[in-house]
């Protein structure tokens, strides 16, 4: 298949953008595949309502066809027709995070498709804040289900760059758009509102407190953080192994200078074997490895700054054929509990702690 590639630039008039968006949506309505844009990583978005697309989707990516989609809208009335009730809660949080990061499970009306959900009742449904996603899906008919526009296993795409290496001759379109700003570069929060105390079965920038700031207690899913639990994940996809890079990586968690030495005699050992190591580092420790490739996830104060560029390390650690990768570990609150919880499963669940 040949896919093509559409670049949208901020400098150009409106009316050009609307003409690229419309031929966009125009493939989605007649059953097509389109990666796009969004605040959070590059969707692979496909008509929501369409059985067929659904399944598309699925062999694109190499995705097993029980790992349900995100469905993508582009104003909060869309959320009626997915969905057989909307739960008050979910009003409170769709007026408070809508557009934006987050994404809440409901129990699905008859349009949606199974296919879409993986076989589940219910649906996953976000409104993205990403001007081109919400012109985007608007040109398309207002309902795009879409996971990342990776293929199953790697990292989720946050430039058009990977999009093109992952998916190019597999779709019909690419919509690249590389703006960083309002960016975030790690899935959403997923949040399941079918229960009377709403739980949070995915971390990410809207966080725990933000959103019992709204509607007071809210649970977070165990299976999240603790590899050892015998309970199923409730998220599906959270089954699968996930972000991983090529080379081997390992967390490690403990005192700062202790976390640089242990990674340290790892890269000496490793030198004397011949292998590549990489390091993701924080920048008051940047400056001590020794490690080939070092990685700067910025400031710990600014979170953000690891978020957006967490992806972009793991792909580029594949770039770089590196065979060893330690990362410092993250907290588990507020936005680091979403970089954690990616880390984590990138690494297997592999935590040293020193
Ligand atoms: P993504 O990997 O960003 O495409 O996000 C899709 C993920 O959302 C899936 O892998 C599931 O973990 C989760 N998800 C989507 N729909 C549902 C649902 N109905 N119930 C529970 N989790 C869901
Ligand atoms: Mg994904």
Do not use: C
Not at 21 to 26: F, K, M, P, T, V
Not at 73 to 81: E, G, P, T, V, Y
Not at 100 to 116: F, W
């Amino acid at each position: 298949m040949e896919t093509q590639i559409i670049t949208i630039n901020k400098s150009e008039p409106p009316a050009a953008v609307l003409d690229k968006l419309s031929w966009a949506g125009r493939i989605i309505k007649r059953g097509g595949l389109v990666a796009f844009p969004t605040e959070t990583v590059y969707g692979l978005g496909g008509d929501a309502l369409n059985p067929d697309a659904a399944q598309k989707i699925y062999a694109a990516k190499g995705r097993p066809s029980d790992n349900p989609l995100i469905v993508h809208i582009a104003q909060i009335s869309s959320l009626n027709k997915l969905v057989s009730s909307i739960p008050d809660k979910a009003k409170k949080l769709a007026q408070a995070f809508w557009p934006g990061p987050l994404t809440m499970i409901m129990n699905k009306s008859d349009i949606v498709p199974l296919q879409t959900t993986g076989g589940l009742g219910t649906v996953a449904v976000r409104m993205p804040s990403h001007p081109v996603a919400l012109e985007f899906i608007k040109q398309a008919g207002g309902y795009v289900a879409a996971p990342s526009a990776n293929l199953s296993g790697k990292p989720s795409p946050t430039t058009a760059k990977y999009v093109i290496q992952d998916m190019n001759g597999r779709i019909d379109m690419i919509i690249a758009a590389d703006d960083s700003e309002g960016v975030i570069g790690l899935e959403s929060t997923i949040v399941d509102m079918t229960t009377d105390i709403p739980a949070i079965l995915r971390p990410g920038y809207i966080t725990q407190a933000m959103i019992s700031r709204e509607i007071g207690e809210t649970d977070i899913d165990v299976t999240i953080f603790d590899a050892a639990s015998d309970k199923a994940p409730k998220a599906p996809g959270m089954k699968y192994r996930h972000y991983a890079p090529k080379g081997e990586l390992a967390l490690v968690e403990g005192e700062p200078e202790k976390v640089a030495a242990y990674i340290n005699r790892q890269t000496q050992l490793h030198k004397e074997r011949g292998e590549k190591t990489g390091v993701i580092a924080t920048d008051t420790l940047v400056t001590k490895y020794n490690a080939d490739v070092i990685k700067n996830a910025g400031s710990r104060n600014e979170p953000l700054t690891a978020a957006n560029r967490l992806y972009t390390f793991l792909r580029e650690f594949d770039d770089e054929n590196v065979e060893f990768i330690y990362s410092e570990a993250f907290k588990n609150d507020g936005l680091e509990q979403a970089i954690m919880n990616r880390l984590l499963k990138a690494a297997g669940h592999k935590i040293i702690k020193v």
